[in-house]
């Protein structure tokens, strides 16, 4: 089991980016992005069940970044709009087996290997 996380990049603040991951190796029941500024704990952004049926997102984030996935060739993405510098961050996409939403790091077996985002004022 794989998760690849790519799609990070410089931005200025207002700009917009597309962080993808893709998974190999099986099936998940649900996925989500995490994120961990310098000095800080790794914090939730969002998460989505597999289908996409039901989806959760940070107060932080909500509006702004959406969550979704292509079955096609079973990539998640984390569409980031009106960004902040606070936003600036190593980006973590995540998985795991239940098909219950979970917004804790704890509850995440499969994790990417981190894509940095950084936005300037």
């Known amino acids: 089991v794989q998760l690849q996380a790519s799609g990070g990049g410089l931005v200025q603040a207002g700009g917009s980016l597309r962080l993808h991951c893709t998974a190999s190796g099986r099936t998940f029941g649900t996925y989500g992005w995490f994120r961990q500024a310098p000095g800080k704990e790794r914090e939730f952004v969002a998460a989505?069940?597999?289908?996409?049926?039901?989806?959760t997102y940070a107060d932080s984030v909500k509006g702004r970044f959406t969550i979704s996935r292509d079955n096609r060739n079973n990539t998640m993405y984390l569409r980031m709009t009106s960004l902040k510098p606070e936003d600036t961050a190593v980006y973590y996409c995540?998985?795991?087996?239940?098909?219950?939403?979970?917004?804790?790091?704890?509850?995440?077996?499969?994790w990417g290997q981190g894509t940095q985002v950084t936005v300037s004022s």
């Open positions: 995540a998985a795991r087996l239940s098909n219950l939403l979970a917004v804790s790091r704890d509850q995440y077996a499969y």
């Open positions: 989505s069940t597999w289908r996409g049926d039901r989806k």
